[in-house]
């Protein structure tokens, strides 16, 4: 069972920018970064916000342990300079469909692409730190140019684009500016890192790409180091450990499959690896009923079966001993094909909403709002609740030691 948020009400101030169904806004409460605004424009993403958020004092609100503020808008409609000074922190994962790479488009045309807005949210709100996250796809190669771009945005929040400027003349100008030994005004030291999600303690190989910036006067030497979890660690916890006991597992269904299988036929048992397993996940659902035997029992909320599951190429759910593979958005076709379990004998089944939450660390008891096929874009689109806390932590202590130096 996942643990319930801890009571914080002195936390440090901070703002959550298209908070989706919350993951990261969770993780960073975790942390002691306690949201003053949270920004959502999607009706169901923010009807689950406020059902878990907004109510304080209720037992059955997994993280009622200060209020949320919930906007339902557009971000591009909200003023943050009211907020300039006050804020400690900046969160959110900005939509981004990049505007084509191919001719002289100019940035700030394409309403897909929310990093200016993220960037215009720092300049006003002059936060001593934000935190952004995307998809890994968005240090492909050929986005190599727009990744820098978006960099250098959030390195220099106030060299702005100029009217009709084509976007690879705003980055040359960044660039500049990058480089230039006098640079007054607002500016940040930031830090990308690629994380995989399962080697900071979450049931799922998920990765995104991490943007951390803090400002020119926070004297914080940032890094977050590769995690304390590894594939190595589960094998050999499978092969020579007590994993199955642990669950309760029949000698004859003890089946490596997957990645573990492959890397068991190196791993010696007289070399246990000084991290911990990753987790799997039967780590994360184990515990809960079979949805296919109780699909009409309301023992735990949002556990209900879906039928219909089938495998596609390349898309044929997710072993119980592995982490899962990436929760997407989708529902049916190519992308909702991950969102299923794998049995041993290669049939499939949906994940439920609630087996979902597990696998995105989400607390048990937190609601989703919408039908199952809502409910499973907005996990899809989720931050894992435990790499936020994980990321926040991190932050956090770079803050406490610049403030006691």
């Known amino acids: 069972m996942l643990s319930r948020l801890p009571l914080n009400p002195l936390g440090r101030k901070s703002i959550e920018l298209f908070a989706g169904a919350g993951g990261l806004g969770i993780g960073l409460a975790q942390a002691g970064f306690v949201?003053?605004?949270?920004?959502?424009?999607?009706?169901?993403?923010?009807?689950?916000?406020?059902?878990?958020?907004?109510?304080?004092?209720?037992?059955?609100?997994?993280?009622?342990?200060?209020?949320?503020?919930?906007?339902?808008?557009?971000?591009?409609?909200?003023?943050?300079?009211?907020?300039?000074?006050?804020?400690d922190l900046i969160s959110g994962g900005p939509p981004c469909q990049p505007f084509s790479l191919g001719g002289r488009h100019r940035a700030y045309d394409d309403a897909r692409d929310m990093f200016p807005q993220a960037v215009r949210a720092v300049r006003e709100a002059r936060p001593r730190v934000f935190v952004f996250e995307n998809v890994k796809g968005l240090t492909r190669a050929s986005f190599l140019s727009y990744f820098e771009y978006v960099k250098l945005q959030m390195e220099h929040p106030e060299l702005?684009?100029?009217?009709?400027?084509?976007?690879e003349?705003?980055?040359?100008?960044?660039?500049?500016?990058h480089t230039s030994t006098k640079r007054p005004g607002l500016h940040y030291q930031v830090v990308t890192k690629l994380l995989n999600s399962a080697n900071y303690g979450v049931p799922q190989r998920r990765e995104r790409v991490l943007f951390v910036g803090f400002r020119d006067d926070i004297d914080a030497k940032w890094s977050l180091g590769p995690g304390e979890y590894t594939q190595d660690a589960l094998v050999w916890d499978q092969l020579f450990g007590d994993y199955w006991d642990r669950h309760r597992v029949r000698k004859k269904d003890r089946v490596l499959e997957g990645r573990s299988l492959q890397l068991s036929k190196r791993v010696s048992k007289d070399e246990k690896p000084d991290s911990f397993p990753w987790k799997t996940t039967r780590d994360a659902i184990g515990d809960l009923p079979d949805p296919e035997r109780t699909r009409f029992s309301d023992s735990v909320s949002d556990h209900r079966f879906q039928p219909n599951a089938k495998t596609y190429p390349g898309h044929t759910g997710s072993y119980l001993d592995e982490p899962s593979k990436t929760l997407k958005a989708g529902v049916h076709g190519v992308p909702g094909g991950e969102n299923m379990l794998r049995h041993a004998d290669g049939s499939v089944r949906y994940f439920t909403v609630r087996e979902g939450a597990r696998v995105q660390t989400f607390p048990d008891g937190y609601k989703f709002h919408g039908a199952w096929s809502e409910c499973m874009r907005q996990l899809g689109n989720a931050v894992p609740a435990e790499l936020a806390r994980v990321v926040g932590e991190s932050v956090a202590e770079r803050l406490n030691e610049a403030e006691a130096a």
């Open 160 to 167: 702005l684009a100029d009217t009709d400027e084509a976007w």
């Open 169 to 177: 003349d705003h980055l040359g100008r960044l660039e500049q500016h």
């Open 35 to 87: 949201p003053q605004m949270v920004v959502e424009h999607d009706k169901w993403c923010c009807d689950t916000l406020r059902h878990n958020h907004e109510i304080l004092g209720n037992d059955d609100q997994p993280s009622g342990n200060c209020i949320w503020r919930v906007f339902e808008t557009d971000v591009r409609q909200v003023d943050f300079k009211p907020l300039a000074g006050k804020i």
